[in-house]
């Protein structure tokens, strides 16, 4: 089975603080994705990475930046976390010759706090 | 992406059986129909894909009429863990894989 760690269920950190999530694969994807999941607004992707030290902007990546030095690693960083920061994340990963078009693999996520 | 549209909310009983349909206009040729489910505090998982007619595995089956154009989710006699959020997105004719969520429907089963 694959295996999508987060390395938190559950954090909280102060506003002005510097946040890392960190995101660990188990079956060598070359893509890898963080999302963040808020009431009625659904999943909306922040960044990917389709290789080690490629990323790209997804959607909302205002306030965010990732760091991929490792196929199966992947992390997103809040530079400086704000309130508004306060949500669920989540981490996915895929596989670009998966039988299944487009498959991701979902992390258990993380909730973060920004008080 | 072709953009989807599926009912906010659906109550359903324990043994019934549950249908969910999503409709797709602008579902390209190359995009297939793909459904996840997400339940509380957890990630979506992948649980049905199809391309066109019918598709059935141990989870769910799928059913696609010939224009494309809608799908339907139908999910054999429910019990109170079926409740979720399952989420329909149109995958593969970008190429980038990424996934579009929408706002999915949410599944209440109840005894």
């Known amino acids: 089975d694959v295996k999508v760690t987060q390395s938190s269920r559950y954090l909280v950190k102060r506003t002005g603080e510097k946040v890392f999530l960190e995101c660990v694969q188990d079956m060598d994807h070359e893509n890898m994705f963080w999302y963040r999941q808020d009431p009625g607004l659904g999943l909306r992707l922040i960044y990917f990475?389709?290789?080690?030290?490629?990323?790209e902007k997804g959607d909302i990546p205002e306030g965010y930046s990732v760091s991929r030095e490792k196929k199966e690693r992947f992390s997103l960083i809040l530079e400086s976390a704000s309130t508004n920061q306060t949500s669920m994340y989540l981490c996915a990963s895929g596989s670009r010759q998966a039988l299944i078009t487009d498959t991701q693999y979902f992390g258990p996520g993380t909730r973060l706090t920004v008080l | 992406l072709a953009k989807t549209t599926q009912p906010i909310s659906m109550d359903s009983y324990e043994g019934q059986e549950v249908n969910i349909t999503c409709s797709h206009n602008?579902?390209?040729?190359?995009?297939?129909i793909t459904w996840y489910q997400q339940f509380p505090s957890q990630g979506p998982r992948f649980i049905i894909q199809g391309y066109k007619t019918k598709v059935t595995n141990e989870v769910a089956s799928l059913f696609i009429p010939a224009d494309r154009k809608s799908s339907t989710l139908s999910l054999p006699r429910v019990s109170l863990s079926d409740t979720a959020v399952y989420y329909c997105?149109?995958?593969?004719?970008?190429?980038?894989?990424?996934?579009?969520f929408g706002q999915g429907t949410t599944l209440q089963v109840k005894p």
């Open positions: 997105l149109v995958v593969g004719s970008s190429n980038t894989g990424k996934l579009i």
């Open positions: 990475s389709y290789d080690v030290k490629m990323k």
């Open positions: 602008n579902i390209a040729t190359n995009d297939y």
